[in-house]
């Protein structure tokens, strides 16, 4: 019931509109409150590298909002509430996976549900309105009004969180394609899993690309890279890599053009990109990043040790030059997950929580190969993980983003303890293994299943 509830709330991201307050709130937000007392009650260790990352932003917010900024407290909470919120669907994930550890249930449910919304806003933008992303004036935040790209699709009428700006449902819809991609193709499900992760690929594919957003598409097309030569490579695969990319370029091609109406605007941003380029107006390439980059190292120059204690910009008299509002209320953000880090919360804070990150990824990449399942299992964690630590938070507070961060972050903690339990079994003998004196000598393919499952039980290493 939890997973069934988790799932809902993360692979339909819609608009929750809350009158009071004024703005719009992502149904991850409400899943963190709803497991917040779960995770207090059952999860009896955190990692340690995310409590001192957590504990030193404690201080440096204390300090900040004591000596520089004390107007700016309840902002500040606030923000440092939203920025680890998150890592609690990460322990959910943990908690699922280490209790009832069934991947076929699992990776169903967040299929089905996902292939759901793939095919409800793909269907809505060709029959319905015609096209994906619309320019148009629209509210930014409460009181900032502007005119900019807009996804239009909706789900049967409602609208997803994050649409006034293609990037952050964009990126939803890219790793929603990761996701039909790494468990329900990879991984090799049954026929009809893999039927409906195909067409729910296919959908994201129509919803990416005709978003015109280039993060949600290079990361798409890393995610394929890294499907196609992660592992060791064959000349059969190698065969079916030259087959696969060609059916690539062919389809996005037939995609794109079926957009006719948007392919104006999409050409117009890449020749303007190529334009800056030329002109070395490297700012303009990236949108803006750079000149926030900028204002992020002089902030972290006056105040390296504790941040901005996640007081924003213009607690250093930060200017954008360019924009005509108060920076320091106005919630931009540096739209990189690492900078934005160590921005926020100082540098030893940041230590930490880079130090946690690679930690939770870790087991992943130690994952061994000596068998066709291990091989998938594999390919499919690194299709997701590569590009989103490489292109999502990098170009975007990917872990943050409330649409994609938190669904990511529930199948990094789902399959953490089985990646963690491979590598303990490659690297010890001594590995936990039930003897064969317990075994039936005649297996049908349900007990095989059990006992594959029993290197679950293996003594766990305190974190």
Same mark, same amino acid.
């Given at each position: 019931?939890?997973?069934?509830?988790?799932?809902?709330?993360?692979?339909?991201?819609?608009?929750?509109?809350?009158?009071?307050?004024?703005?719009?709130?992502?149904?991850?937000?409400?899943?963190?409150?709803?497991?917040?007392?779960?995770?207090?009650?059952?999860?009896?260790?955190?990692?340690?590298?995310?409590?001192?990352?957590?504990?030193? $932003?404690?201080?440096?917010?204390?300090? @900040?909002?004591?000596?520089?900024?004390?107007?700016?407290?309840?902002?500040?909470?606030?923000?440092?509430?939203?920025?680890?919120?998150?890592?609690? @669907?990460?322990?959910?994930?943990?908690?699922?996976?280490?209790?009832?550890?069934?991947?076929?249930?699992?990776?169903?449910?967040?299929?089905?549900?996902?292939?759901?919304? &793939?095919?409800? &806003?793909?269907?809505?933008?060709?029959?319905?309105?015609?096209?994906?992303?619309?320019?148009?004036?629209?509210?930014?935040?409460?009181?900032?009004?502007?005119?900019?790209?807009?996804?239009?699709?909706?789900?049967?009428?409602?609208?997803?969180?994050?649409?006034?700006?293609?990037?952050?449902?964009?990126?939803?819809? $890219?790793?929603?394609?990761?996701?039909?991609?790494?468990?329900?193709?990879?991984?090799?499900?049954?026929?009809?899993?893999?039927?409906?992760?195909?067409?729910?690929?296919?959908?994201?594919?129509?919803?990416?690309?005709?978003?015109?957003?280039?993060?949600?598409?290079?990361?798409?097309?890393?995610?394929?890279?890294?499907?196609?030569?992660?592992?060791?490579?064959?000349?059969?695969?190698?065969?079916?890599?030259?087959?696969?990319?060609?059916?690539?370029?062919?389809?996005?091609?037939?995609?794109?053009?079926?957009?006719?109406?948007?392919?104006?605007?999409?050409?117009?941003?890449?020749?303007?990109?190529?334009?800056?380029?030329?002109?070395?107006?490297?700012?303009?390439?990236?949108?803006?990043?750079?000149?926030?980059?900028?204002?992020?190292?002089?902030?972290?120059?006056?105040?390296?040790?504790?941040?901005?204690?996640?007081?924003?910009?213009?607690?250093?008299?930060?200017?954008?030059?360019?924009?005509?509002?108060?920076? $320091?209320?106005?919630?931009?953000?540096?739209?990189?997950?690492?900078?934005?880090?160590?921005?926020?919360?100082?540098?030893?804070?940041?230590?930490?929580?880079?130090?946690?990150?690679?930690?939770?990824?870790?087991?992943?990449?130690?994952?061994?190969?000596?068998?066709?399942?291990?091989?998938?299992?594999?390919?499919?964690?690194?299709?997701?993980?590569?590009?989103?630590?490489?292109?999502?938070?990098?170009?975007?507070?990917?872990?943050?983003?409330?649409?994609?961060?938190?669904?990511?972050?529930?199948?990094?903690?789902?399959?953490?303890?089985?990646?963690?339990?491979?590598?303990?079994?490659?690297?010890?003998?001594?590995?936990?293994?039930?003897?064969?004196?317990?075994?039936?000598v005649n297996l049908n393919k349900k007990h095989k299943r059990y006992y594959a499952n029993l $290197?679950?039980? &293996?003594?766990?290493?305190?974190?």
């Amino acid at each position: 019931m939890l997973l069934f509830l988790s799932a809902v709330l993360l692979c339909i991201p819609l608009r929750i509109f809350v009158p009071a307050l004024g703005v719009e709130v992502a149904p991850s937000d409400l899943l963190c409150l709803l497991i917040l007392p779960h995770i207090l009650i059952i999860h009896h260790k955190i990692n340690k590298w995310l409590l001192l990352s957590i504990l030193f $932003s404690l201080i440096s917010l204390i300090y @900040i909002q004591l000596f520089l900024q004390p107007e700016n407290i309840v902002r500040s909470i606030f923000s440092i509430a939203f920025f680890f919120k998150p890592y609690l @669907i990460y322990l959910l994930g943990r908690n699922i996976g280490e209790s009832s550890l069934h991947p076929d249930r699992f990776n169903k449910t967040l299929i089905y549900l996902l292939a759901a919304t &793939a095919l409800a &806003a793909t269907v809505d933008a060709i029959f319905m309105k015609g096209h994906i992303t619309i320019f148009t004036e629209f509210e930014r935040i409460p009181g900032e009004v502007i005119y900019g790209a807009v996804f239009d699709p909706t789900f049967f009428g409602i609208k997803f969180h994050g649409s006034n700006g293609i990037n952050g449902i964009a990126v939803f819809f $890219s790793t929603a394609f990761m996701i039909f991609l790494s468990l329900g193709v990879i991984m090799k499900p049954k026929k009809s899993i893999r039927i409906i992760s195909y067409t729910g690929m296919l959908c994201s594919l129509i919803l990416v690309l005709g978003s015109g957003s280039r993060q949600a598409a290079f990361g798409l097309i890393v995610s394929c890279l890294c499907c196609f030569f992660a592992g060791r490579m064959t000349v059969g695969r190698m065969f079916r890599v030259a087959l696969y990319i060609t059916l690539a370029i062919v389809s996005s091609a037939t995609i794109i053009a079926f957009f006719s109406d948007y392919i104006v605007e999409l050409f117009a941003k890449i020749l303007l990109m190529i334009d800056n380029i030329y002109s070395g107006n490297w700012d303009g390439v990236s949108s803006g990043r750079l000149g926030l980059y900028m204002i992020i190292i002089d902030d972290l120059i006056s105040s390296p040790i504790f941040g901005t204690g996640f007081g924003g910009y213009g607690l250093f008299n930060s200017e954008l030059g360019y924009f005509d509002n108060d920076v $320091s209320t106005s919630g931009y953000t540096p739209h990189n997950q690492y900078l934005g880090a160590i921005w926020k919360m100082g540098g030893l804070a940041g230590l930490f929580y880079l130090i946690f990150l690679w930690s939770i990824v870790k087991p992943f990449f130690k994952i061994p190969q000596n068998n066709e399942f291990q091989k998938r299992f594999y390919i499919a964690m690194i299709a997701i993980i590569i590009p989103f630590f490489t292109v999502f938070n990098v170009f975007q507070d990917g872990l943050s983003s409330p649409s994609t961060g938190p669904i990511f972050l529930l199948i990094l903690g789902y399959y953490w303890r089985h990646a963690f339990n491979l590598n303990a079994k490659s690297n010890s003998t001594m590995f936990a293994q039930p003897h064969t004196a317990f075994q039936p000598v005649n297996l049908n393919k349900k007990h095989k299943r059990y006992y594959a499952n029993l $290197s679950f039980l &293996a003594p766990r290493k305190r974190l």
